[in-house]
C-alpha cells in the first residue's frame, strides 16, 4: 500500500466506471472515466424479453455489472484483490482491518439499504458500486461516484446493503488493486477494445443484443396494441427509458460517455476517423435521448393519443445511427 | 449533447442534487458537467412510483377486510413485487404469495417477521397490526 495516493472525491457519471477510475488514480494511473470505461468494453445493448426484472424485460444499455472490473484485469493490466463472502461478520473485520491499514476499497451494494440515497431511488438494486476509504468509530467515510460529496455510512446499514438477497446479490464483494501497470500501452488496448465492442454491436449471434437487438426492440414497440393495455404500454416504455437514464448513465444510455471516449482515443491514436466516429455516437446519443422523451410523453399522456409507430421509429433511427457508428470504427481500425 | 442543452430540470426526486453528465463544448470537446434532473426522467420515475402506491394503496383496503395480509401493502410501500421481495426474503415466490393469505399470516412464527420486518424498515408491532395502527 506504500505510495497509495489519498482518495480525492470526485463525481462520475456512472457508479462502477467511477470507481474503478478513481481506484486507479489512488495507484497512480490517472485516466478519464470514459476512457475506462471505453477500454474495459462497457457499452453494449441488450433487449431480453424472455428474462424479467420485477416483471419487466431487461433492457440494457452497458455490459452487466462486475464487467468493468474484469475488462481493467483484462485490457489495462491490474490485479485486483477481490473476494466474496459468506460470513457477514468476517466481511466487516476484513474490511475494518484493511481501512485502517489505510487501503482504498471498492464494494457492491445495495441502494435500498444505502440511507443517503433519496427515497425514490431505493429499489432493489443490488449492483451500486462505491468506495470506503476510511473510518471513525463505528461511521465508514463513503465516496460514492455519483453524488457530489462524501458521505458517512454506518456499519450496520452498510452490512446491510452489502448483503442483501436478490438478483445480481452482492455477496460482500469487496475490490481493490494490487497491482497496477503505469506504463501500459493505451494505444493497443484501446484498439483491441474498440474491436472487442464493434464485433459485439455487430455480429452478436443472438437477436436481442447489439443492433440487432435495438430492431428487435423497436419491432417490439411498433406492435404494441394501444387499445388493448395501455397502462402496460406505458409502463413498459417508462422502464426502458427508466433503465435509459437511471443510476447514472451519463445521460443517452451511455452514448455520451462512449463517444467520450472515442474522442479521446481518436486523439491518443491520432485517428480523424474516431473522431467522426464520436461525432456521429454523439448524434446517436441525441436520438435516444428523443426516444426517452417520446415515451415520456407518450407515458404522461391521459388518453391513447400516441403513435407506437413514432415511438418505433425513433429506436429505429438510434439503430440505424450505431450502425453507421461501428461500421466506421470497423473500417478505420483495420488501416 | 451540447452543455447549453443538458437538461438542467430542477426536478423534484433529485432533492437539489446533481448528476455527472458528459457532453460536448462549442468547439465539439466533451466536458464532464452536471445536470440537475431531467423532465423525461421525472415522469417516468414517478410512473413507476405512483403505480407502486395505487398498489399499496388497493392493498391497504383489502387488508383492511381481511383480505390480504400487511405483507403486501409493505412490500408495494418498499417498491417491490412478489418476486423481488422473495429473492430479498431468500424465499420462493410461493411462499411469499401464501404469506398474503391473512390466516398464514397470523401464524407465521417470529423469526419470518423479524425477517419481514427487518427488510420492510419497521418493527414488527407496526408490521402485525398494520392497518390498524395507521
Redesign the interface.
Known sequence: MAGLNPLEHRQYAHCESGVVTALLRCHNLDLSEPMVFGITGGLTFAYIPFIKMTNMPIVSYRMIPGSIIKGAVKNLDVRFNTKRYRDKEEALAELIVLVDQGEIVGLQTSVYWLPYFPPEMRFQFNAHNLIIYGREGEEFLVSDPVFEHTVRIKAEDLQNARFARGTLAPKGFIYYPVLVNTCIDLREAIRKSIKRTVHMMLYAPVPFIGIKGIHYLARRIGRLNVHKDLRDIRLFLGHIVRMQEEIGTGGGGFRFMYAAFLQEAGHILESVHLGEASRMMTEAGDMWRQFALGCAKACKSRTADFDVEDIARLVKKCAIQEKLVYSLLKTSLIQ | ?KISE?PQDDTK???G????????DDQ???M?T??KG????E???N???S?FEEKAREATIRAKNNETSPIEYFMYK????P??LA????LYRWQVKRHFKPGVFKKLDNKILEAYARLFKVSVDELINFPRGN
Open positions: 449533447m443538458v426526486t433529485m432533492h442534487e446533481k448528476k455527472a453528465v458528459y457532453a460536448v465539439g470537446r466533451y464532464q452536471t445536470t431531467w423532465e423525461a426522467e415522469i417516468v420515475l410512473q413507476v412510483i403505480e418498499n417498491w417491490m413485487d418476486l423481488t429473492q430479498a426474503m431468500g
